[in-house]
């Protein structure tokens, strides 16, 4: 099947199987990255040094540019493992999610 009629699901698997071990390959680590890719989302439409998350209206400020956000988010969508992408984890660290675990 081609790679444009993947769904996230299948995209998370293989970008976990390129992150050499960083990512989980787990259903639970998945609904996980979703919550940080919303963040990264919102992160690369937001301009300033702060960001506004989930229904709580959160307010946090930015780990990463709106530049590396939108690298991070093309990577995710072409399932790219690099220095890049891994600034993900920032954000994850910043939200308290631990993307290796179940």
């Known amino acids: ?5 993947w769904n996230d699901y ?4 293989v970008l976990a199987d390129n992150s ?7 259903w639970q680590a998945y609904l996980k990255f979703k919550e940080l890719k919303n963040a990264i989302g919102m992160i ?8 506004v998350l989930g229904d709580s209206n959160k307010i946090y400020d930015k780990k990463i540019t709106s530049t590396d956000a939108n690298n991070i988010l093309d990577n995710i969508y072409e399932c790219v493992w690099n220095n890049k ?3 993900l984890f920032s954000i ?4 308290g999610i631990n993307l ?3």
Not at 20 to 26: F, N, W
Not at 45 to 50: A, L, M, Q, R, W
Not at 92 to 95: F, I
């Open 85 to 87: 992408t891994a600034k």
């Open 92 to 95: 994850a660290s910043q939200l």
């Open 10 to 13: 299948e995209r998370y698997l």
């Open 1 to 5: 099947m081609k790679k444009t009629r």
């Open 44 to 51: 690369s439409k937001s301009s300033g040094n702060k960001y």
């Open 20 to 26: 050499d071990g960083k990512l989980r390959p787990s």
């Open 100 to 102: 290796k675990t179940s």
